[in-house]
């Protein structure tokens, strides 16, 4: 299996000081001391000033940005975060949701995010996302599959999947949904 971007996203921050000849604190600093307030303006510094890569310096700028007392990245914090507050009603839509697709196979990889969770294999096949106090809309890649009333084109949704399902209850989790979850895991 691919390693998962968290995965990745470590590797480069360990690998800093061999690539760019300064620790991650170092560029921290460097940063704090600047005037850049912008993950663009950051990335176009570490860039032009220092000859970093794309890569490191978008690294380095999500980790500069990152508010000191927000969750890591891919952390279970990310979870409490999106359920949180006016959303907390929708937790156990959530937990039926992850409960379900770990139950594919041993590979299925839980990633979350910022404002999403990301389900993946391979790849991502699917995400869970609480778009409003009253709804998950479930994001699931099944390329060429037809859209249906219920299985939407993604459209602006996200880019990262083809199509969405808008869940407001847990009874919504019904046997049609695992369908296209485990078709969208099993092409994945």
């Known amino acids: ?10 590797n480069m921050l360990e690998q800093l000081p061999i690539t760019t000849g300064k620790s991650l604190a170092e560029w921290l600093k460097l940063i704090a001391a600047g005037k850049w307030h912008k993950h663009g303006e950051i990335v176009k510094f570490l860039k032009e000033r220092h000859g970093i890569t794309h890569g490191y310096a978008n690294q380095i700028a999500l980790t500069a940005l990152r508010p000191t007392d927000g969750p890591e990245p891919g952390s279970a914090g990310l979870v409490e975060a999106q359920y949180a507050g006016a959303k907390a009603a929708l937790r156990p839509i959530y937990d039926a949701l992850v409960t379900l697709v770990c139950k594919f196979g041993a590979d299925v990889e839980v990633a979350p995010k910022k404002s999403y969770v990301s389900l993946r294999s391979s790849k991502q096949f699917a995400l869970i996302q609480p778009t409003t106090a009253t709804r998950i809309d479930v994001g699931i890649n099944l390329k060429g599959q037809a859209p249906t009333a219920r299985l939407e084109a993604s459209g602006s949704f996200n880019a990262m999947v083809s199509h969405r399902v808008r ?3 847990k009874r919504d989790v019904d046997s049609e949904l695992p369908g ?3 078709k969208a895991y099993e092409a994945a």
């Open 180 to 182: 296209w979850l485990r």
């Open 1 to 10: 299996m691919a390693k998962s971007p968290e995965v990745a996203r470590r």
């Open 167 to 169: 869940v407001s209850a």
